[in-house]
């Protein structure tokens, strides 16, 4: 049997725990944990993780998060970051999402990748990746935060499952020997307007870079990522916040277009 988990990751998990079922955001846990502390955080992320497996649902892969340099030096960190994603969390290309089912959305857009193979090996190379991904596809990336006001530190967003909220992906898959996935460009809307804009090299150089440090630190881990695993390889441009009624669209070069919609106002799940 485990170990159970210190008091301070308990109350942390507890805390947004509450937040995500009152939909009222909480104060920020940095303060119950080490400032620096990153496995506490993980420890914190890992025990919601579980509870949501315990209440029946699904995982179906992981978000990489913090892959933009500059995001990186804002919270003074060197490295990604990572959350879980659950099959409820996915929202239909052209769908909306409900009112009141998110507490302080960011819209921003991400290649998707879907794996074909395991990836096992701590030290994962570049042609490991190539040889797992099935396909790609254009997504959306529905983030949001638990702590109020994002108010958050690196150990923050790491024990909110890296801020996961809902994604979006497209539905036209394409291999990756039709696409560059360094060289793609992108555009984003809110409601007719750019939001939005960026390159997949602003995903730590590539999308496919993102996904060799996430598969060789959930190896690490014991947890690596698994044939019919998501991967959401984090932003290719800067995030945008999304009000009731909005529209969203992302156009990526040779991946295509993905959209959604947020409910108008007063119309509340």
Not at 211 to 238: I, K
Request: charged share 20%; glycine share 10%.
């Amino acid at each position: 049997m485990s170990n159970p988990a210190p008091p301070a990751v308990v109350k942390a998990a507890d805390l947004l725990e509450e937040a995500t079922r009152t939909q009222v955001a909480c104060a920020p846990v940095r303060g119950l944990l080490d400032s620096g502390d990153l496995e506490a955080a993980y420890a914190v992320q890992q025990l919601n993780v579980r509870r949501g497996l315990d209440a029946g649902r699904r995982i179906v892969g992981r978000k990489i998060g913090l892959t933009s340099p500059a995001v990186q030096r804002q919270l003074g960190v060197d490295q990604p970051d990572f959350g879980a994603l659950f099959a409820d969390m996915a929202v239909p290309d052209g769908g909306e999402v409900p009112g009141g089912r998110l507490l302080q959305p960011k819209v921003e857009a991400e290649v998707a990748l879907v794996l074909g193979r395991d990836l096992p090996h701590r030290e994962c190379t570049i042609v490991d990746v190539l040889r797992a991904v099935d396909f790609a596809l254009p997504a959306l990336e529905i983030v949001d935060s638990r702590i109020a006001g994002w108010d958050i530190s690196l150990v923050d967003t790491v024990a909110d499952n890296a801020s996961c909220g809902l994604y979006v992906l497209g539905a036209t898959p394409v291999p990756l020997t039709a696409v560059d996935l360094r060289a793609v460009t992108m555009t984003m809307t809110r409601n007719g307007g750019t939001a939005s804009e960026g390159t997949g090299a602003a995903c730590l150089g590539s999308p496919l870079n993102a996904a060799v440090w996430l598969a060789s630190a959930l190896a690490e881990r014991g947890d690596p990522l698994r044939a019919g695993d998501l991967v959401l390889t984090g932003a290719l441009g800067p995030m945008a916040p999304a009000a009731p009624g909005d529209v969203f669209e992302a156009h990526i070069l040779d991946l295509g277009s993905v959209r959604v919609g947020f409910a108008p106002e007063g119309d509340q799940q």
